[in-house]
């Protein structure tokens, strides 16, 4: 009898050594089975939405240069990328003739003068009328001198041709001896510094934009690099594909950009007093957006509206409180309820 009662007590001895351990276990497979995520605590803030276009630049002062007269090129005195200066020389036409036309108009002037002065002896020229004077001017030739020199010297300088503003010569493709009309294009003068920006948004997006409005502008040979412009002018009709066209002047120089370059633009719109989340934060759920908070120690999955976004956050709409503690890694392969392991983070969110 006393062989049995030893016997059940070391097999009860046993098995709470075995209920133990199996606790024991469980709780070390619990903190096995716990995610390691970072949080942080949301609230309220100014986000700035971001809208993204694909736009093309164009020259403000861009003009085709033309000769007013036809004849041989004699001179080309300048090369494409060439910077000039306005009134600078660019070309010149066969006009020996013309030159010669000028300088026989201004000795017709000077003989008229002469003869205006021998006639004026004969007058007290401190009385002479102003319709006197004119007749005298007349008869001695003055005025017809005068006329004909202008005139010589509008044809000359119609052989000339030179820069209406300070610019770089572009699609010059004539060579001295070409000859050439008034259909012709000598070349094309571009201000490299005074560029347009032409692009379209969604008719949607059309309460975001307004005129004076700053936008970014990056190419897309140097996505390093962004400048600014500002909105000039916003087309008041939405076309067949639902865009608005938009026009905005690039006030940074230097820029490098080119006439027809493709570039990105960028429109930030800031939205006052809502709560904002990192990219990382939202996950796709059953086709839904959500944003997992924490709960004691538990993983609380959240549907959300998204508002806006930009390069690196959302704006939240609706599904989140401010002060919620929403969960930014390790939430890919979360479940809702699922126990964590939390570490708070700091928000190093740009929100821009």
């Keep these: 009898m006393r062989k049995i009662l030893f016997i059940s007590l070391l097999f009860c001895i046993s098995c709470e050594r075995k209920v133990d351990r199996a606790i024991k276990d469980n709780d070390e497979l619990s903190k096995v089975k716990q995610k390691k995520v970072e949080v942080f605590l949301i609230k309220r803030n100014i986000f ?3 809208i993204i276009s694909n736009g093309k630049i164009s020259f403000l002062k861009k003009n085709q240069l033309y000769f007013k007269s036809t004849d041989k090129l004699t001179s080309v005195n300048v090369k494409n990328g060439q910077k000039v200066n306005k009134n600078q020389l660019l070309a010149s036409l066969e006009n020996n003739l013309l030159k010669n036309n000028v300088d026989k108009a201004k000795i017709e002037l000077q003989k008229a003068n002469n003869e205006l002065k021998e006639k004026k002896i004969n007058y ?21 001198a005068k006329n004909n020199l202008e005139r010589a010297q509008i044809e000359y300088e119609q052989t000339l041709l030179k820069a209406p503003f300070s610019g770089v010569i572009a699609n010059l493709e004539k060579k001295q001896g070409d000859f050439i009309t008034t259909s012709d294009v000598f070349c094309t003068i571009i201000n490299p510094n005074a560029l347009e920006v032409s692009f379209s948004v969604l008719e949607n997006e059309f309460g975001f934009i307004s005129k004076g409005q700053e936008i970014e ?6 996505k390093d690099q962004q400048f600014k412009g500002v909105i000039t002018e916003i087309n008041p009709i939405v076309d067949k594909n639902g865009l608005i066209k938009i026009k905005a002047k690039v006030i940074s120089k230097n820029t490098g950009l080119l006439d027809g370059m493709n570039v990105k633009v960028f429109i930030n719109k800031p939205l006052k007093d809502v ?3 990192p990219k990382e934060a ?10 997992f908070t924490i709960e004691n120690g538990l993983a609380k999955w959240n549907y959300v509206e998204v508002a806006g976004e930009n390069n690196d956050s959302y704006a939240i709409k609706k599904g989140l409180k ?31």
């Design 124 to 144: 007290n020229q401190e009385i002479i009328s102003p319709t006197t004077l004119k007749s005298l001017q007349i008869k001695s030739g003055v005025l017809e």
């Design 275 to 277: 709560l904002v989340v």
């Design 282 to 291: 939202l996950v796709l759920r059953s086709n839904r957006e959500v944003v």
């Design 48 to 50: 700035y939405k971001t």
């Design 217 to 222: 502008i990056q190419s897309f040979a140097n």
């Design 322 to 352: 401010a002060t919620d503690t929403i969960i930014v890694s390790g939430n890919l392969n979360l479940s809702h309820d699922a126990k964590v392991n939390a570490t708070f983070v700091t928000d190093n969110s740009t929100q821009k």
